[in-house]
Each structure stands twice: as structure tokens, then as C-alpha cells.
Nanobody, 121 residues
Framework: QVQLVESGGGLVQAGGSLRLSCAAS????????MGWFRQAPGKERDFVAT???????TYADSVKGRFTISGDNAKNTVYLQMNSLKPEDTAVYYC???????????????WGQGTQVTVSS
């Protein structure tokens, strides 16, 4: 079992930055690929970014060049640095862990409770 707790969400103006954190406990963090997803009201949960166990990362086209995913194995924590935020980035952001390096929701076995990010125009 892996427990995930996100933090760092909040309200920010367009063009601003936020850094989300996801603290993992339970089984060894480095055994899993980690992903960030987001879900806006009335919409499906969408892929944002993922990082493999070896540090390879992939991003959704909508965030490429603005968001950066990184991991700290010593702290069992994965981060999502979000720059140049836009109102359309407003959503609940979820951290996830799974055995596969993937952009698919169903590839992840463990999920956090989510953290709200609101970007005002």
C-alpha cells in the first residue's frame, strides 16, 4: 500500500506560479512511477505529467514548457512546479502512483485526495 498526500494548492493570479507537493508513505517510493492529473468541475480527470522510476518525464501538451515534475527519493516526495498559470489550469490536482510509466488514469493504483488550484484572470 502507498498513501499519498498532496499540498501546495491555492488561489493565484494568471501568470503566477505554484508548487504542488505529494508526500508518499508505505512501500518504497522509488518502486513506482508517479503522475499528476487534474479534474475540473464537470470534466474527466486529465493527465498532466508523469515521471518514471528512472527520472524520465512526460507532459501533456497543454502544460509543456510551463510545468515541471520532479521527485526526491530521499524525501519520498514528488513535486509539480507550475509557472505561467492560466485560468484554464483551474482544477483539483491529484497525485498518483503506479507500476507503469503512463499517461492513462487506469495505469495508477494509488491516489491522493487532491488539492485545489484556482487561477484568477
Amino acid at each position: 500500500q502507498v498513501q499519498l498526500v498532496e499540498s501546495g494548492g491555492g488561489l493565484v493570479q494568471a501568470g503566477g506560479s505554484l508548487r504542488l507537493s505529494c508526500a508518499a508513505s508505505g512501500r518504497t517510493f522509488s518502486n513506482y512511477a508517479m503522475g499528476w492529473f487534474r479534474q475540473a468541475p464537470g470534466k474527466e480527470r486529465d493527465f498532466v505529467a508523469t515521471i518514471s522510476r528512472t527520472g524520465i518525464s512526460t507532459y501533456a501538451d497543454s502544460v509543456k514548457g510551463r510545468f515541471t515534475i520532479s521527485g526526491d527519493n530521499a524525501k519520498n516526495t514528488v513535486y509539480l512546479q507550475m509557472n505561467s498559470l492560466k485560468p484554464e489550469d483551474t482544477a483539483v490536482y491529484y497525485c498518483a502512483a503506479g507500476p507503469l510509466y503512463s499517461y492513462k488514469v487506469r495505469s495508477y493504483d494509488y491516489w491522493g485526495q487532491g488539492t485545489q488550484v484556482t487561477v484568477s484572470s
